[in-house]
């Protein structure tokens, strides 16, 4: 069982930068495929960012590309989620997840969320 931790979500303003955290514990995320979503009022979840731990490759949904970094510290246990730039439109729920089988369709385990408010 792994449980997800999110933090460093908060209020800025547009053109601002966040860094998101999602610390586990339980197991080690090694292996796993990790991903970043949001949820804004009224709209669906996004998959914003997603990242291989073992391969090292990483996705990012063309709304962040060029904007937002994710990595993972694997003695840390942890993935982060550098957003730069930040519009209004970034404004949502962050959720980290984490998906065991690297199905990239199904993620198994999610954070509690951390709220990103982007002000114009």
């Known amino acids: 069982q792994v449980q997800l931790v999110e933090s460093g979500g908060g209020s800025v303003q547009a053109g601002g930068s966040l860094r998101l955290s999602c610390a586990a514990t339980g197991r080690t995320l090694s292996g796993y495929l990790m991903g970043w979503f949001r949820q804004a009022p009224g709209k669906e979840r996004e998959l914003v960012s997603a990242i291989s731990w073992s391969g090292g490759s990483t996705y990012y949904a063309d709304s962040v590309k060029g904007r937002f970094t994710m990595s993972g510290d694997n003695a840390k246990n942890t993935v982060y989620l550098q957003m730069n730039r930040l519009k209004p439109e970034d404004t949502a729920v962050y959720y980290c997840?984490?998906?065991?089988?690297?199905?990239?369709?199904?993620?198994?385990?999610w954070g509690q969320g951390t709220q990103v408010t982007v002000s114009s």
């Open positions: 997840a984490a998906d065991e089988a690297a199905t990239m369709t199904v993620y198994d385990y």
